[in-house]
């Protein structure tokens, strides 16, 4: 039988590999973000040769400008279709996500409920890549063909609605994944209180399962948004990457910051790749600011129940 002062030893050693663990983890987040931090800056003070001159990027024209294309960079335009995108994305998103859960959590029988989230799990799973070429193959003709209904033209499809689905499509199993987690959590003695007090079963459901679940469901939009924000590959396959903006037209191509990066990165050299990570520091602070903001308005809503 090992004596106390062993077990405190051991206690001790396997709390320092969780700390060295936990450091291991927090300096990759930021190795990358100071790699990418140097990278992007550099436009901005090296000078570059370009034909019978030279270049060097504004900072101020970067930040302001609205039209992206050889030795004009503006990011502007990016920030706002990005913004404006994942907002539509995510509205529709929650509805779709919060609705599905309830329905899984409360209403489904047993054996369909389970069928339901191995489907939300194998979405889930699904690459990036998959939804871009779906995107590609199914949601650019459609839309193409609901413009060409409308008498609007759209560039075979490629347009902010088709990044918008291809985004509520790929944020949709995250964060019905953990508003279901969240709503199971919920206790069957406030569910049978809530119907013995006279309230019906939809109104159980929505204000007390529902209700009850806020702050998790809240939790899962920001993971949502957090996907949406970072997505590139199935974005840069169906958004058409417009040379200026913002494009509220959503029937238009569009533009979104993780499309700039990706496309032509490894075809570019010179300042044309070295703006990508200046790009990449903006997306980082968005990143961070969104999550901040929404992290916020959570733990305020946990305060006030």
Request: with cysteine; glycine share 10%.
């Amino acid at each position: 039988m090992n004596s106390p002062e062993r077990k405190l030893k051991n206690d001790k050693i396997v709390s320092r590999i969780f700390l060295a663990l936990a450091i291991i983890c927090a300096s990759f987040i930021v190795f990358i973000v100071a790699v990418i931090f140097f990278k992007g800056i550099i436009p901005f003070i090296k000078k570059y040769d370009i034909g019978q001159g030279t270049f060097r990027a504004s900072l101020w024209g970067f930040l302001t400008g609205t039209v992206w294309t050889d030795y004009k960079y503006g990011v502007l335009g990016m920030v706002i279709n990005t913004i404006y995108l994942v907002a539509i994305s995510s509205f529709v998103a929650l509805i779709i996500s919060v609705l599905a859960s309830l329905f899984v959590v409360r209403i489904a029988p047993k054996k369909l409920s389970k069928a339901f989230e191995s489907v939300i799990e194998l979405l889930a799973s699904i690459p990036s890549i998959i939804f871009g070429l779906f995107g590609q193959g199914f949601i650019c003709p459609m839309v193409r063909d609901i413009a060409g209904a409308m008498g609007v033209q759209t560039m075979g499809g490629s347009s902010g609605l088709a990044t918008v689905i291809v985004l509520i499509m790929m944020m949709i199993p995250t964060i019905t994944m953990l508003t279901i987690t969240q709503m199971r959590s919920i206790k069957q003695d406030q569910i049978n209180a809530s119907l013995a007090l006279g309230a019906t079963k939809a109104q159980t459901d929505f204000k007390i399962v529902l209700g009850g679940s806020k702050s998790g469901i809240f939790a899962a939009l920001i993971l949502g948004i957090g996907r949406a924000l970072g997505e590139a590959t199935a974005v840069s396959m169906v958004c058409g990457n417009a040379i200026d903006g913002p494009v509220f037209n959503l029937f238009d191509i569009t533009r979104t910051l993780t499309s700039t990066m990706m496309l032509g990165l490894h075809e570019t050299v010179g300042v044309d790749y070295d703006i990508r990570f200046s790009v990449g520091i903006v997306l980082i602070v968005i990143i961070l600011v969104t999550n901040i903001g929404l992290n916020k308005i959570r733990k305020r809503m946990m305060k006030n129940g």
